[in-house]
């Protein structure tokens, strides 16, 4: 009887192993983090349609030709939670100078930008020297 209970024993023992060391495995890239090539991807893809909902529903008289943002800072963090942040300014009306401001943040772990601030600036007609006319 204990020769058969060692047996089973033995025989756990391996695949225990095994899952242990494929949940290590798996923490430690999902701690890993992402690419910074790969965040500034999907952070394109969010400005994107940012950009989309910020004109939706505004009469095209209204906006400037080519409606843009401008990604005004991107800073990478080695500690936290948020690994990455970026500041964005929105340009698309014509006739009123005035940009929305949206500040974003790289959640390590989830592996995903978080918008975190959305304010409008108005601008005076020479301090900011990136809006195109």
Not at 21 to 38: M, P, Q, R, W, Y
Not at 128 to 133: E, H, P, S
Request: aromatic residues 12%.
């Amino acid at each position: 009887m204990n020769r058969l209970f060692s047996i089973q024993k033995k025989g756990l023992i391996i695949p225990l192993i095994l899952t242990l060391l494929v949940t290590v495995a798996l923490v430690f890239i999902s701690c890993s983090g992402e690419s910074d090539e790969k965040a500034r991807e999907k952070l394109k893809v969010i400005l994107n349609d940012d950009l989309k909902a910020i004109i939706e529903g505004i009469d095209s008289k209204n906006l400037i030709d080519e409606p843009y943002y401008d990604l005004v800072r991107y800073q990478n963090y080695d500690e936290g939670n948020y690994s990455k942040r970026a500041v964005v300014d929105f340009y698309f009306l014509k006739d009123v100078n005035v940009k929305i401001i949206r500040k974003y943040r790289y959640h390590r772990v989830h592996r995903m930008w978080d918008r975190y601030f959305n304010e409008y600036s108005f601008l005076s007609d020479t301090s900011d020297t990136n809006q195109k006319k």
